[in-house]
Each structure stands twice: as C-alpha cells, then as structure tokens.
C-alpha cells in the first residue's frame, strides 16, 4: 500500500467518525454542545494535517516508477568537499551549505539531477590558495573572497548522475 493511500485512508476515518459523532449528538438538540463539536472537529482536523505532514517522506526512493528521485544530504555535502578538496589546497571547512532549484532530468536514458548551491566556508591561513593556477574546478562558479574574515562564499548549479549505488 502506497504512503499517500495510507494517509487518504488515515484522513477518510477521522471524517467519518467526526461525522457519525455529530450526527449522534445533533438530535439531542443541545445549543451548549455546538461550541465542543466545533472545537473537537478543529482539532481532529489539525492533528490530521500534522499527522500527514510529520509523515511524509523527506526525499523519494530511486527506482523504476518514482519520478521525484534525488541526492541525499550526504551525497550532495561529498560531492561538494570532493570538489573544494580538488581545487584549494588550503585547509577548509563547510559553514553553511543551501541546495535551490533542484530537478531531475532525464535524457538517453540516463537520469541527472541539478541543483543550485550556495556555500559559506572557512578558511585558515593567509590566503587561500589554488592547486593549480586559477583553480579551474570552480571556473562554473561564482567565487567571493572575503580575506579579513577568513571566509569565502561559492554559488552555482550541481550536477549529479544516477547509478546503481546512488548519485555522482
């Protein structure tokens, strides 16, 4: 059974038995009563919701038939240090990390997945310094530098592409 048919069924209960409680109560014809039905149905209704949302997924699982597939927090924070670890050689560390904009999409067969990033590192010592000249990695991205506090802050897109153990 699928997560989204648990929750619709999850959601059908609670509304018929908010339904079969009011109908139980409105031939007593009390005035006083209205008042608690409305403040109970209100709160069934926001349990539900709270229910449906703290239930639902974080990310999609990869496989045939599942269309919002995409990197997990782990994957897209490795490919990022693997990236900062090939371009600098100075000693680094990850401050903030922002995914945007993510898609996937697929062509030929093969499923790629993009993402805007915005990134806040530190850095330690004087200047932070290229393996090769001009630290070609980062050509693709937008690069600031702020030398007094030691920080540097990289925006641009991501790419991965899907394989059997996860994403590139």
């Not at 699982?61 to 990236?83: H, M, N, Q, T, W």
């Not at 993009?114 to 590192?121: G, K, S, T």
């Not at 693709?140 to 802050?153: I, P, Q």
Request: net charge positive; proline share 3%.
């Amino acid at each position: 059974m699928s997560h989204q048919l648990f929750v619709r069924q999850e959601f059908l209960v609670v509304r018929l038995e908010l339904h079969k409680f009011s109908r139980s109560n409105a031939h007593q014809g009390c005035t006083g009563g209205i008042g608690t039905m409305r403040t109970f149905r209100r709160s069934a209704i926001i349990i539900s919701f709270i229910t449906l949302a703290l239930s639902t997924p974080g990310h999609a699982v990869c496989g045939p038939g599942y269309e919002s597939c995409e990197p997990s927090a782990d994957e897209v924070r490795a490919k990022i240090e693997r990236l900062l670890n090939s371009a600098w050689l100075t000693p680094h560390t990850i401050v903030s990390l922002e995914k945007f904009d993510g898609r996937s999409i697929e062509t030929q067969g093969r499923k790629t997945y993009e993402m805007r990033v915005f990134i806040v590192l530190n850095y330690s010592g004087d200047k932070l310094r290229c393996r090769t000249s001009y630290c070609p990695e980062l050509q693709d991205y937008s690069v600031k530098v702020d030398e007094a506090a030691k920080k540097t802050t990289i925006a641009g897109w991501l790419f991965f592409e899907h394989a059997d153990q996860g994403w590139r």
